[in-house]
């Protein structure tokens, strides 16, 4: 069967961000009827004709079970969800899988603007507030900002 393993052993909480435009980051809980001895391992590919990729970094609890990764130099793709995998082993019984589709620009955690430059002219109430575009995998992301102004 498709769900072959113990009810309840798959993990729980799965979730990914991408930072600093080319990091992931996933985490995971492991599932709350998994035998002691599970660990898991984490599996993703852009689309099911490019080659599945383990994850290059295990992130460990205090009991060196895998309960996330680290990916570097990820290329986001628009358009194309990525397909995650995570399964596990025991010599208890056998594991349920977990898996799930992520288009990864949706869990990218954007960089703040570049070069802030403020220049207020001394006898105006006003100032000129500039900056760049942040870094991302979206050159045509349309972006909005909002600034907040503190007098002292």
């Keep these: 069967p498709v769900f072959a393993g113990m009810n309840g052993s798959a993990i729980e909480n799965f979730s990914c961000v991408i930072y ?36 290059e970094l295990y992130i460990k609890d205090e009991n060196g079970r895998n309960m996330g990764c680290r990916f570097q130099n990820v290329t986001v793709r628009t358009g194309v969800a990525a397909y995650f995998l995570v399964n596990g082993s025991s010599n208890e019984s056998l594991i349920q899988f977990y898996d799930k589709y992520i288009k990864l620009y949706d869990i990218e955690i954007l960089t703040p603007p570049l070069n802030v430059t403020v220049n207020c002219i001394r ?25 907040r102004i503190r007098n002292k």
């Design 123 to 147: 006898d105006s109430s006003g100032c000129i507030i500039t900056w760049q575009p942040p870094v991302t995998t979206h050159p045509k992301k349309c972006f909005e900002y909002e600034i």
């Design 20 to 55: 600093n435009v080319s990091l992931m980051n996933c985490t995971w809980q492991a599932g709350r009827d998994a035998p002691e001895d599970t660990q898991y391992f984490l599996y993703w590919q852009y689309s099911r004709y490019d080659d599945a990729m383990e994850c």
